[in-house]
């Protein structure tokens, strides 16, 4: 069984700070993908990076960088440069490679960006 | 543009009112799924599709049911719908094989039960 932990119910982050968003997993499987969502308040949820099992460097997506730290099970999401319209609840999720192709969320961090 | 789009955006049912949502996606992806938002809560996997298998979670109530007649249409039918069952509907997609491949969601549908 796969099993996602993000511990942050909520954070708070000053407009133009950096912010990191903490993310655990649990998975016996040697194959699967790790994602960070992003949820507005509107509802849509919207992918903002990805990292596979097997990559040798983090992910980094604009503002967005994925600190892997794969013997520690820790997918942690780092934005930079803050930004108002960064205010949303973020989710991590796993996927494994297998031909079942459930999608295991974490609970969800709110965070909030301060003017 | 590709995308997954899902009608109508804002659902108002009665209580024991059955109540169809839909899905449709431009992205031939194999893979539809369905899932139960609620309130700040991390969204509940109800069941995928894999082309025409369909796979329902273990939990998930028989009181909802689904149809994916072609790969581009998915609905989700709640038979009985009860008070219980307001909340977000999300649709996603992904590309199947054996990858890990990211799900594209749509903009969901909210569901209120009267």
């Known amino acids: 069984a796969q099993k996602i932990t993000q511990t942050q119910p909520g954070m708070f982050v000053q407009e133009k700070e950096a912010v990191t968003l903490d993310c655990t997993y649990d998975?016996?499987?040697?194959?699967?993908?790790l994602f960070w969502y992003k949820q507005p308040s509107s509802g849509e949820m919207i992918f903002l990076i990805y990292q596979g099992s097997y990559d040798q460097q983090n992910a980094t997506e604009g503002r967005y960088s994925l600190n892997f730290q794969k013997a520690r099970k820790s997918a942690n999401l780092v934005i930079s440069a803050s930004q108002l319209g960064d205010s949303a609840m973020y989710f991590c999720?796993?996927?494994?490679?297998?031909?079942?192709?459930?999608?295991?969320f974490g609970t969800g961090t709110k965070l909030q960006v301060i003017p | 543009d590709a995308m997954v789009i899902q009608n109508p955006r804002y659902q108002v049912t009665q209580f024991g009112k059955p109540v169809t949502l839909s899905c449709s996606q431009t992205?031939?992806?194999?893979?539809m799924y369905w899932y139960q938002q609620k309130s700040s809560q991390a969204p509940k996997l109800l069941f995928h599709y894999y082309d025409k298998d369909f796979n329902n979670e273990a939990d998930t109530p028989d009181n909802f049911q689904s149809r994916r007649p072609n790969t581009s249409f998915c609905f989700l039918d709640i038979r009985s719908p009860g008070l219980g069952d307001a909340a977000m509907y999300l649709c996603?997609?992904?590309?199947?094989?054996?990858?890990?491949?990211?799900?594209?969601f749509g903009p969901g549908t909210r569901l209120t039960v009267t």
């Open positions: 996603a997609t992904s590309r199947g094989d054996r990858g890990t491949y990211e799900q594209y």
């Open positions: 999720a796993m996927k494994n490679s297998g031909g079942y192709q459930k999608v295991t």
């Open positions: 998975t016996s499987d040697p194959s699967y993908g």
């Open positions: 992205l031939n992806h194999n893979v």
